[in-house]
Antibody, heavy 119, light 112 residues
């Protein structure tokens, strides 16, 4: 079955960087656009970024533009989120996900990885 | 950006009774292809979100038929015909017609 497994979370100081990874299995990875969605402690879901199936197109929520970079390595079935200039408000559980896309009705989420930005 | 407003913020429901959640959008979610890309998710306690409804009213694979979605344009509703204990969690609507994708603020459903 499809598995998305995030890693790379942890405690990081404000202004520092962190890279999250999401390893995919059980699917043809390079067929799907991939998303990052985050959830601050006790808060709702916030969509963060999307990358197209081939990595050619990327889009970000305004609050992370210029600081976060989404990328993928289809040869490794892995999605990444490079986070820099981290702020306290970036503290959240970060999920990688395949979301429904027009006629492609797929829905797969990882278990999430917790990022805590604190001095 | 499209803002989705969910009401109520929380619901306390007796098992076997119905429940209804509203999601209102600041812009129409009707695409030029004739479809409306509004989805409903459930996040059970301690779990990742899971898709319940896609394209306003289609149930996702494995979703019980007590869940139904309706609406058009900017106003949408998720209904649970008879709430069960396993329906506890936070429900979110999601729009995917415009980037950035946006979620509603969530509706907490608990059992009385």
């Amino acid at each position: 079955q499809v598995q998305l497994v995030e890693s790379g979370g942890g405690v990081v100081q404000p202004g520092k960087s962190l890279r999250l990874s999401c390893a995919a299995s059980g699917l043809t990875f390079d067929m799907y656009g991939m998303h990052w969605v985050r959830q601050a402690p006790g808060k709702g879901l916030e969509w963060v970024a999307i990358i197209s199936y081939d990595g050619s197109k990327k889009y970000y929520v305004d609050s992370v533009k210029g600081r976060f970079t989404i990328s993928r390595d289809n040869s490794k079935n892995t999605l990444y989120l490079q986070m820099s200039s981290l702020r306290a408000e970036d503290t959240a559980v970060y999920y990688c996900a395949i979301l429904p896309n027009y006629d492609i009705i797929k829905d797969h989420w990882g278990q999430g990885t917790l990022v805590i930005v604190s001095s | 950006d499209i803002v989705l407003t969910q009401t109520p913020l929380s619901l306390s429901v007796t098992p076997g009774q119905p429940a209804s959640i509203s999601c209102r959008s600041t812009q129409s979610l009707l695409h030029s292809d004739g479809k409306t890309y509004l989805y409903w998710y459930l996040q059970r306690p301690g779990q990742s979100p899971q898709l319940l409804i896609y394209d306003v009213s289609s149930r996702f694979s494995g979703v019980p038929d007590r869940f139904s979605g309706s609406g058009s344009g900017t106003d949408f509703t998720l209904k649970i015909s008879r709430v069960e204990a396993e329906d506890v969690g936070v429900y979110y609507c999601l729009q995917a017609i415009h980037l950035p994708l946006t979620f509603g603020g969530g509706t907490q459903v608990e059992i009385k």
